[in-house]
């Protein structure tokens, strides 16, 4: 199967080719081009909605209110009602339904033409992966674009300290299918070792080792060079167990003191892309990852507009 190729703020291949690292996809000329001028391709989604309606997480998810499973936790916990009356599993939403969450309602219908977003997001250190912080940290949902119907839902989180590639989305359903464990999306990081690591080391941490979770590996190494003290690594998990990178060297005794993801599934982070500041995914690149995710593409019509960077509220030089 040939591997799709965009010259877009966003690489996305074919999931059935061989793993190749982000570094070896720009080699290839599968990588972003930050200066891109051409116009971007807006959608208006035309969603319809069947005499039956649908499922109250499918459009809940949809409009970005939250993930299927964070839906499905709050039917359980009696906390939606369609007409008054308590949801349950399985209950769909039609035409005229009156929708309430905590007894406030919910204009759901609104969510039934809400075009699906994607952000790509370079986090700096320091910034956290939360709406509310109660030390006062930074968070990235304070950097991001407003939205007027829905919510900015992150796609996995990257701790303080780690910098990188964050996928942002409205689409709680494409959200959950990038993070269900299931799909096994494979995550890229850029690590700077202190100091040589012995190949009898990058062997256990290929084959496996035990965490306190359980087993963990790298499904790869590769050895990116370096001078002096510091090594540069890039490693691919296809998991999103917390802190796992860390930990997986730290089990080695080996210090990292640089982590930086580079690619989440098929989406590669741009050499030009700074810290702090966000790229929207066109239309052609939103089917793309729909495919890959496993979902039908949205049915829509394409109004062409004028290119404008996404701009956040903070930013740096990387």
């Known amino acids: 199967m040939k591997t799709k190729q965009l010259n877009k703020p966003v690489a996305l ?3 059935k080719q061989p793993n190749k690292s982000a570094s070896q996809m720009r080699r290839e000329n599968v990588r972003p081009n930050a200066a891109r001028k051409e116009p971007v391709e807006k959608r208006l989604v035309d969603v319809v909605i069947s005499k039956d309606g649908e499922r109250v997480q499918k459009v809940l998810a949809r409009g970005g209110v939250a993930s299927r499973r964070e839906i499905e936790r709050w039917i359980t916990e009696g906390r939606l009602k369609i007409n008054g009356v308590l949801v349950t599993q399985g209950a769909h939403l039609k035409a005229g339904d009156y ?7 919910l204009n759901w219908e609104k969510f039934a033409i809400q075009p699906t977003r994607v952000l790509i997001y370079h986090k700096p250190t320091g910034e956290i992966v939360t709406r509310h912080d109660p030390q006062g940290r930074p968070t990235i949902f304070a950097s991001l674009p407003k ?9 996995g989180r990257l701790d303080v300290n780690t910098s990188g590639l964050l996928l942002i989305t409205n689409n709680g359903e494409l959200a959950n299918k990038l993070m269900h464990p299931s799909t096994e999306v494979e995550r890229e990081y850029a690590v700077r070792i202190l100091g040589d690591v012995p190949d009898e080391k990058i062997e256990l941490l290929k084959q496996g080792i035990q965490l306190e979770d359980g087993e963990a590996k790298f499904d790869q190494i590769y050895f990116m060079g370096g001078e002096g003290a510091n090594k540069w690594y890039h490693v691919i998990v296809s998991e999103g167990r917390n802190r ?16 930086m993801r580079v690619r989440y599934g098929p989406v590669v982070l741009s ?3 700074r810290t702090g500041k966000c790229q929207e995914l066109n239309a052609k690149e939103l089917d793309l ?6 979902l039908p593409a949205e049915t829509s019509h394409i ?3 004028e290119k404008k960077d996404v701009k956040t509220k903070h930013s740096s030089s990387r």
């Not at 990852?289 to 496993?294: I, N, Q, V």
């Open 13 to 15: 291949r074919d999931r």
């Open 99 to 105: 929708l309430q969450l905590n007894d406030r309602v």
């Open 147 to 155: 939205l007027d119907t829905s919510r900015w839902i992150a796609v």
């Open 244 to 259: 796992l990178v860390r930990r997986l060297w730290e089990a080695q005794n080996v210090v990292v003191s640089r982590l």
């Open 271 to 273: 050499d030009g892309l």
């Open 289 to 294: 990852l729909f495919e890959f995710a496993g």
């Open 303 to 305: 109004v062409r507009a």
